[in-house]
């Protein structure tokens, strides 16, 4: 299995659409198996697409989308012959969510709570959003990145009203996590700090042990973890959007060692910091 860097092919709207009426799928294995970051929707045309997710297979026909979510594991096959397709890439991240929304959500403990892992839509509506936003994609007329962007939010509105996206802000509602929300805050604005667990279990006023207890709890990660964790997400940005060196980010972000940078950057991009940003500079800017 690898990761897949997905390249951007739209100015100034950073997402990934291809695909129509005139390019035919390809019988047998379609990609070998790969995650990434970006949700995909495989459009079906015509013919027959299949999409395979723990050993299991998702069949879909023409007037059917597969939605498959962010960091899935997947691969894909077509068997029927004059299959058309499209396919649509884009991170959640991107259009919505405030940053310590997408830290709570995409914490160790709630990546199972994103919402639907798979699932073929078979509804009219979906299938007309995404077909017009590939189609806006590829046709490029006039102010199309405002119709590309209106379907993607015509896109998540559906998703979120379907249950098949849940609401990172239904997070914060969870006892577990409003009893140490106020340390996700606390790191999420001192992660560049020589902080440490004792400093903000004090600034909670909780006993050290007990906030241990109660912090994995809530994020399903110790507190070390969790600030790492803070600490690749801040450098994610910095990297695709600044020419600091590596050793400057990781100085930034609070880590003082380059190589421990990017082990734990490795960790949640299988690939270090300077591949990543080499991937980030194919992408239209966010």
């Known amino acids: 299995m690898f990761q897949q860097t997905v390249k951007h092919n739209i100015p100034r709207v950073p997402l990934m659409a291809s695909g129509g009426y005139k390019e035919p799928s390809h019988l047998g294995p379609h990609c070998t198996l790969h995650y990434h970051d ?5 459009i079906v045309y015509q013919g027959e697409f299949v999409a395979i997710i723990d050993n299991k297979e998702y069949v879909a026909r023409e007037g059917e989308v597969i939605f498959i979510n962010s960091g899935v594991p997947h691969t894909t096959r077509c068997d029927k012959e004059n299959t058309y397709t499209g396919i649509l890439q884009f991170r959640l991240k991107d259009f919505i969510e405030s940053e310590i929304e997408r830290i709570i959500r995409y914490s160790v403990k709630y990546r199972s709570y994103i919402g639907e892992r798979v699932r073929v839509i078979s509804s009219p509506e979906f299938f007309h959003v995404i077909k017009s936003v590939i189609a806006e994609s590829m046709e490029k007329k006039g102010a199309y990145e405002m119709y590309v962007k209106g379907g993607i939010f015509h896109t998540l509105g559906f998703l979120y009203r379907h249950g ?3 609401d990172g802000l239904e997070l914060y509602e969870r006892k577990e ?11 999420n604005e001192h992660f ?9 279990s004090t600034h909670l006023g909780y006993n050290p042990s007990y906030f241990c207890r109660i912090f994995k709890n809530a ?5 070390t973890e969790y600030l790492n964790f ?4 801040k450098a994610e ?8 060196s590596v050793l400057e980010i990781a100085d930034a ?3 003082f060692s380059v190589s421990y940078f990017n082990r734990i950057f490795k960790k949640y991009h299988s690939c270090s910091p300077s591949v990543y940003r080499q991937a980030q500079y194919t992408k239209a800017p966010i």
Request: net charge negative; hydrophobic share 55%.
């Open 38 to 42: 970006e949700m995909e929707f495989l």
């Open 164 to 166: 098949y996206l849940i």
């Open 177 to 187: 996590v409003q009893k140490i929300l106020p340390a996700l805050i606390y790191i």
């Open 192 to 200: 560049a700090e020589n902080i440490d667990l004792d400093a903000v």
């Open 219 to 223: 994020t399903g990660a110790t507190f």
């Open 230 to 233: 803070v600490r690749v997400c």
């Open 237 to 244: 940005r910095m990297l695709a959007q600044t020419q600091d």
């Open 253 to 255: 972000v609070g880590i």
